[in-house]
């Protein structure tokens, strides 16, 4: 029946306000944006001057883990890729994964 003065405190409060939130909100999204989104984009970027600057010759490896050597860069987005002799495989250009070796332009 009787209220305790500990009750009716509790009761009082609403919690910070928006304004006081918002500094927070803005910290979070600003860790986020240069520990996970901006990272992803420069390693995007790489990838796809990577694969634009592949030649024929080149020593690659697809995401399936092929390893081969371009023999035919396509204007279509495929690339075909000599796995084994007399071995000629058709894969998309960003599935390659990795360049291991160059080959010197052509002078």
């Known amino acids: 029946m009787f209220v305790t003065p500990a009750y009716a405190q509790a009761a009082g409060g609403a ?3 928006l304004l006081a939130q918002l500094p927070f909100f803005v910290a979070i ?3 986020f944006y240069f520990l996970l989104i901006r990272p992803q984009q420069k390693k995007l970027k ?4 990577m694969v634009e ?7 690659v490896v697809t995401q399936g883990g092929l390893v081969g050597k371009v023999t035919k860069v396509r204007e279509d987005g495929e690339v ?4 084994a002799p007399g071995v000629n495989v058709r894969v998309i250009k960003h599935t390659i994964q990795t360049v291991r070796s160059r080959t010197e332009p052509a002078k």
């Open 53 to 59: 600057a592949l030649r024929r010759g080149d020593q």
């Open 15 to 17: 919690g910070p306000s």
């Open 80 to 83: 075909e890729i000599e796995i």
């Open 46 to 49: 790489e990838h796809n001057a």
């Open 29 to 31: 999204f600003a860790i």
